[in-house]
């Protein structure tokens, strides 16, 4: 253990020394630091790479920068080049970084059978394979080419979809496309809300 | 704005530090007001009246922007002999008809000019046809251009503006007894204080100063939403603030591509930019769709080549000319299949099937008991989202489960939840609310089983045409015949989004990439996903992933993003010029005439066909942009002027009228008529409503209800009250009341209370606050009652969802709900668990005497009925 471990942390000899070496005798600025303080990195500049990105939250469109290291996200920054946000984040898109690595997020498939008290695993293939099987029995069970009023319609009210605003444009224009194909019309999303 | 939109609130404060004045209308004093020259306190759902007691000061004192309102707007255009205001009808329009609850608007148009459709009027006469679209929820068909008009050439203007029947004469007419005296006693306003708003909006508003609204939900969210914006619109023009930099009326939308998903719509009455949903009576072919829809005159008269282009896009090779480009293969709208028609279908077993897509209606819609008895009425259920919001677990442990109104062994709904991938974890676009498109790229790869969206619709599709396959059905051939050959890519199968938005930009038979709107043909040459987006991949490059730094480039920033239509920051930006093409003022330049070069030029991409002088005039017979002069900056508009007055397009009158919200605590002052007569009503067991006004029983629900968010949360919560931070800054429920109603509710700062209306009651902790203080409203004082909405009873944060209170009286144009201004009990104490939660609201059910037929009256004056 060396002299300076044991004794010059004390803050009052750091800035008399600091002071006597032409510091900052109020025992501000770098009279204050220490060599803990001195070892810390910003993770920003440890990251391996950084992905530019965009606020998910509101639609005002916040500019982020996503620092990545090891392949995972260890912070998230406004980005000070765009021209909406200045490089500023609220405290939700200050908060992004928790929302992409949070331990809460659910990453597994949970499935409920028809009168099932709980939850149960499931594949995710065959989640996405009973789903497929679902949609086209419901659809063939209730399409219609005309309505009460034997007017041409060719849909299904029997299939709907809510929710698009949180997503991409290009999810969106999937959902709209598959669900037009599948003659479903009532498909919406939170700007109804 | 401070406290929803944080970051885009720092342009603001900017300009109030370069000498702007900043005017807060609110009920609630906020951050925005806290920092604003001006709170005016509103009592929650009388703003048209405001804004109506704005537009009498701008008329009544002569200080309308003369020049633009003749030259830009309609003002000059004379209507029917036989159109009737709600000055003569004591609130009601003409055409009204009691048997369908909904205008007949014939009389609402132009003298000389029509709207019906050619198809219409071959069927069964052009009045009715106008009468039956409306009646069938048709209003909505207009998101991005005015209703198309017959007979251009025979409309009369008297540019003096004293036709008496001239809109400008109407408009003066309509508002004249929106008072200042008025609004204080509808809007609980004082007159001192309108007139300090007046005054500055007024003398701000010239040549050389422009005025800017900002808006939220505070002004959609009501049975008179659409109304609210169209007061604005009227003001705005009347000020000549609309197509000119710092002008405008800005939508600030709550969600990163709630805008794009409008675009792209992911809704019921839209197809990609803006082209209606087809209906059976009057789009049976693409040519009936065209004829019906389409202008002769401005640029909606393109809409075939927009509409091949999408048929196209979306089957390929297999849409030909000979087959009507597989128009047939789209699913017909027959009216309202919103998504609380959807509610309301799951409830009578029509809807068995319910994807949810990173939307959470348990917490988030009106009338949450309904939403969660609609689910529990399904088939199956895929919920995709981050965790278990309540939209995926109602049926395990929703407030009906707690309430014994629902056993998880009686409900038979299958339910999947698929883990969705975050922003980080995917390519993709938002567009923000100023029409902007952003890329942001995938940083690492989704944990576990969570998957885009785009994997997860990507993969639906292919399983289901692989097993459909071989099918000869003819219910399978849109299907089969899609164009869905997109590449993936890694470990899972991505499917390449940059791929989507090559197609949604589109191209041309050889593949090239269209670089505009403008290239897009009607004979099938041309494929485009979305109109209004092409040229977002133009020139083979992603624009929407621009990124070159705000300081070093122009202050318009074109070269971050790209902007729809055509990378134009500013829409209409040609009224920012005069007739002449001048700048209106140097100070306010922003697009103008260059006559040497014989070219519009300026700080955007001007908004009009770039060599169409000033002095253009159409020749007789011109069509669709080609009809519209030199003058007219409102491209999308059939006559290209801005409309005061709206001859065609809306279900609930050409000009805004200050209805009151279903359950107001007032009388309507303004009208005989008490409510928006056309609004819509589900008249439903599950969805009853407080009596209004000086109804019997209206005492029991005293005080005034508004909803909002806060800056910690995000709507549903979802994104929000799973997270620790944000779940510690803003921890629980709560409900704001000021030391008056403190006082005469009994309530304790930091206690609990009890808020009840005829659907549900629900407890939240007390904020005595003077942030909202009580209003003196005609003869008696309004308290309101502010509540957030985000929480429900999953996540880290949890309490009570206010949706559980509000209720689905919508708006007949766009189908939202009023969840900004209703009425309510508030009292001490939490509220009773179990069974006795359902016999309080019973108890006061009974007390108010509400019954299916409380507050469902369509006409409530005696005027105007047929």
Known sequence: ?193 | MAECHPVGFQWIMEAKARGATLIHVDPRLTRTGALADLHVPIRAGTDIALLGGLINYVLSNGLEFRDYVVAYTNAATILREDFQDTEDLDGLFSGWQDDTGSYQTDSWQYEGTGVASAAGKRQQGAKEQSHRRHATGRGHEHGSHGASLQGLHRMERDETLQHPRCVFQVLKRHYGRYTPEMVARVCGIPEDVFLQMARAITENSNRDRTTAWAYSVGWTQHTVGVQYIRAASVLQLLLGNIGRPGGGILALRGHASIQGSTDIPTLYNLLPGYLPMPHPDSHGSLDEYVADDSADTGYWGNMRSYAVSLLKAYWGDAATADNDFCFDYLPRITGDHSTYKTVQAQLDGVCKGYFLNGQNPAVGSANAKAQRLGMANLDWLVVRDFSLIESATWWKDGPEVESGEMRPEGVGTEVFFLPAAAHTEKDGSFTSTQRMLQWHHKAVDPPGDARSDLWFWFHLGRIIRAKLAGSTSDIDRPLLDLTWGYSTHGERDEPSAQEVLQEINGWTADGAFLSSYEELKDDGSTACGCWIYCGTYADGTNQAARRKPHTEQNWVAPEWGWAWPANRRLLYNRASADPEGRPWSEKKAYVWWDADAGTWTGHDVPDFQPTKAPDYRPPEGAKRQDALSGIDPFIMQADGKGWLYVPAGLTDGPLPAHYEPQESPVPNLLYGQQHNPARQMTKRGVDRYNPSGDEPGSQVFPYALTTYRLTEHHTAGGMSRWLPYLSELQPEMFCEVSPELADEAGLQHLGWATIVTARSAIEARVLVTDRMLPMRVHDRLVHHVGLPYHWGSNGISTGDGANELTHLSLDPNVHIQEAKALTCDIRPGRRPRGPERLRLVEDYRRRAGVTDQTGTAHRTTKEGGA
Request: glycine content about 8%; proline content about 5%.
């Open chain 1, 1 to 193: 253990m060396g002299l300076r471990e044991t004794f010059l942390p004390w803050p009052a000899l750091r800035q008399a020394k600091a002071a006597l070496r032409g510091g900052d005798g109020s025992g501000r600025g770098s009279s204050a630091r220490s060599r803990p303080t001195d070892r810390l990195q910003p993770r920003t500049e440890t990251s391996d790479r950084v992905v530019d990105s965009v606020c998910p939250y509101c639609a005002v469109g916040c500019g982020q920068l996503v620092y990545v290291k090891d392949e995972k996200v260890v912070q998230i920054e406004g980005d000070p080049a765009s021209p909406v946000s200045r490089g500023r984040l609220c405290p939700k898109g200050a908060a992004t970084k928790q929302l992409v690595t949070n331990p809460l997020r659910e990453t597994k498939v949970r499935y409920r059978r028809p009168y099932a008290t709980q939850w149960e695993d499931l594949d995710l293939d065959t989640a996405m394979d009973m789903i497929a099987d679902r949609v086209i029995a419901t659809r063939r069970d209730t399409f219609v080419e005309t309505d009460e009023q034997d007017r041409r319609v060719r849909r299904t009210m029997g299939i709907a979809m809510l929710g698009g605003a949180t997503l991409d444009n290009e999810e969106n224009y999937l959902i709209k496309k598959l669900g037009t194909a599948l003659g479903a019309v009532q498909i919406e999303n939170q700007a109804r809300i």
